[in-house]
């Protein structure tokens, strides 16, 4: 299936009711569960990894396919290796292609019992839970953060504590700081001290909690203000400043001209003037899901661009690096990967441009988000559409609300 979008002018104006974040939906279900907490998560995100999660907590069984959602994957290997009973967990063929070994092998040194079924160092895996004893870590900080995240959670649970030092450059820095800051909200103390996190054993506090909304899907729309000719967005339950990382959107807009305004509740986003940068040069370290917003922009607002600390994008859904230059290339560019983890566009259009680009998402959500916006400028068609009710199921509809037009086309 896919859908062609299209919009009749260059204006948006409107009221977003924004998904709840996906990031602290997913991490809160593990600390609550820690917790032993009796208080209802409220506003919890209803993307397709946030209900992974939750089937899995609601499930009467001890196997688990969690499909294409990575952080379920890395969280509950964590979570189930201290949880008494033996569990397989699977997932798509691509999630089998996604490693796990820095993981498994963190957990295994604290104690663990952790298997892998088919490839070494690849999900699937048998995990029998088990006593784990504190010890101090060595882990790569520049592979993923969710790693990170996901030792981080039960670190209070395990005998003794936990104690990672992070070699390399951090990767994610700001969502690591997402999972510490929640973990502190449920009682946890901690000390992070450059690249030492060090975390006592003791026992999370049971509380009352409601999600904010996600400001990686408030990206997609800055990026659509940014397109436009005037208008302006009020975003349901945004948070400014916000736990999440991903808020340095309201910075970086700015220089395309877009003010960001919080109420108290909301934030109104509003396109003052058509200001661009002559050239953009950013680096994603610590926001590689901006990565995607960002590119097309530049494209589409004929901004060159070096984008650097990519270097996560290619163990994502896809490999982001690679689609991204396939499908801007029908837009007429070539980016270039000056360096691993770097991206690179001079300005130029050396390919042909298509009419109507089809979009490929290549089983990732943030393909289908990031491209969307383009329709803003002309019609294009987005393949396997609904892909985004991976992290967020009602984006199309608040697109439809706005004035676009949006219709399915069957092969």
């Not at 993981?103 to 699937?124: H, R």
């Not at 010890?135 to 990672?164: F, R």
Request: aromatic letters at 10%; one cysteine or more; proline letters at 4%.
């Amino acid at each position: 299936m896919k859908y062609s979008l299209s919009k009749p002018d260059q204006n948006i104006r409107g009221i977003v009711n924004l998904p709840s974040s996906k990031s602290i939906s997913n991490r809160v279900l593990i600390i609550n569960a820690l917790a032993y907490c009796p208080y209802e998560i409220r506003n919890l995100s209803d993307s397709d990894d946030t209900k992974v999660m939750q089937q899995i907590f609601s499930s009467n069984t001890n196997v688990f396919d969690i499909g294409h959602a990575g952080t379920a994957m890395r969280f509950m290997t964590a979570f189930l290796s201290k949880i008494v009973g033996e569990w397989t967990l699977t997932g798509s063929e691509r999630m089998k292609q996604r490693p796990i070994r820095i993981l498994v092998n963190a957990l295994n040194e604290l104690g663990a019992k952790i298997e892998y079924l088919e490839k070494e160092g690849f999900p699937p895996l048998k995990i029998l839970g088990s006593h784990l004893k504190g010890k101090v870590l060595e882990l790569d900080g520049s592979v993923s953060s969710q790693y990170i995240s996901a030792l981080l959670m039960i670190g209070p649970t395990i005998e003794g504590g936990l104690t990672l030092r992070l070699i390399n450059r951090i990767t994610s820095r700001s969502y690591i700081g997402m999972t510490l800051k929640l973990m502190n909200q449920f009682g946890i103390d901690y000390i992070w001290n450059e690249n030492e996190i060090r975390i006592e054993e003791q026992n999370y506090r049971p509380i009352d909690f409601t999600v904010e909304a996600d400001w990686s899907g408030a990206s997609y729309w800055y990026q659509l203000l940014a397109l436009a000719n005037e208008g302006e967005v009020e975003l349901r339950n945004l948070c400014l400043p916000s736990f999440q990382g991903d808020c340095i959107v309201a910075d970086w807009f700015r220089s395309f001209g877009i003010e960001s305004t919080f109420t108290g509740k909301h934030v109104v986003i509003t396109k003052k003037n058509f200001d661009c940068p002559d050239c953009l040069s950013l680096d994603f370290m610590e926001n590689p899901d901006i990565a995607q917003t960002m590119a097309v922009l530049c494209i589409l607002k004929k901004v060159p661009f070096h984008f650097r600390g990519l270097e996560t994008l290619k163990i994502k859904e896809t490999d982001r690096i690679a689609a991204l230059q396939n499908e801007l290339a029908k837009f007429g560019v070539q980016l270039t990967e000056p360096l691993q983890g770097e991206l690179q566009w001079d300005g130029s259009f050396p390919l042909v441009k298509e009419d109507i680009p089809v979009i490929l998402t290549y089983h990732d959500h943030r393909m289908a988000l990031a491209f969307a916006p383009a329709a803003l400028l002309g019609k294009v068609i987005i393949d396997d559409p609904l892909v985004i009710t991976k992290s967020y199921p009602g984006f199309y509809e608040d697109l439809r609300n706005v004035g676009f037009e949006i219709g399915e086309l069957k092969d």
